[in-house]
């Protein structure tokens, strides 16, 4: 996957630290992001929710390295973002959020057509709970705390946007990216 590739790019050399709450990329965000140096790597397990905070506390024990949060649109709805973003900016404590947003919460519609393959969805296409299309672009929930704040939906703008997203946290700004993806 472009995001995940583009991200190796850009975080190597730099001993960065991914933590991950993509859940349906996962495979890919480990399969790019990966590394054998300790404490390095963080996979959010035990419920949705918990990426952001998680990613503050990786990067309250570790100040000096970049800590990059790669987290699904279903689970970043997941967290209290507004609580986090304030903790974020009041600590100083500054971390890049890459939300792979594919527009639904797909770990749940992949639940509901696996448990329930003849249930009232299937014969409506009414898959409830899952169409996230209507939400609010995900990266304007960081504006009103003074953040770097970009949504990305071409290709040829991933990796410049990340450049910025990476300078942003480096002088001290977190920055989140909302990264449209076609699956």
Do not use: C
Request: glycine residues 8%.
């Amino acid at each position: 996957m472009l995001v995940a590739a583009t991200l190796r790019t850009l975080l190597a050399g730099r001993d960065a630290i991914v933590v991950d709450e993509t859940i349906t990329h996962s495979r890919t965000v480990k399969r790019h992001l990966l590394t054998d140096r300790p404490d390095s790597n963080f996979y959010v397990q035990g419920g949705l929710g918990q990426g952001i905070a998680v990613a503050l506390g990786v990067k309250l024990a570790a100040a000096d390295r970049p800590v990059v949060l790669t987290i699904g649109d279903g689970a970043f709805t997941y967290n209290p973002v507004i609580q986090s973003y304030d903790a974020a900016r009041g600590y100083d404590v500054p971390v890049l959020i890459v939300v792979f947003n594919n527009r639904v919460y797909q770990s749940m519609n992949l639940n509901h057509r696996r448990f329930y393959p003849e249930g009232a969805a299937a014969g409506t296409g009414e898959w409830l709970g899952t169409d996230l299309h209507r939400l609010p672009r995900l990266a304007a929930f960081a504006e009103p705390f003074g953040m770097h704040t970009e949504t990305v939906d071409t290709p040829d703008s991933l990796g410049p946007a990340l450049e910025r997203a990476l300078k942003a946290v480096t002088d001290g700004t977190t920055a989140v990216v909302d990264v449209l993806v076609t699956r």
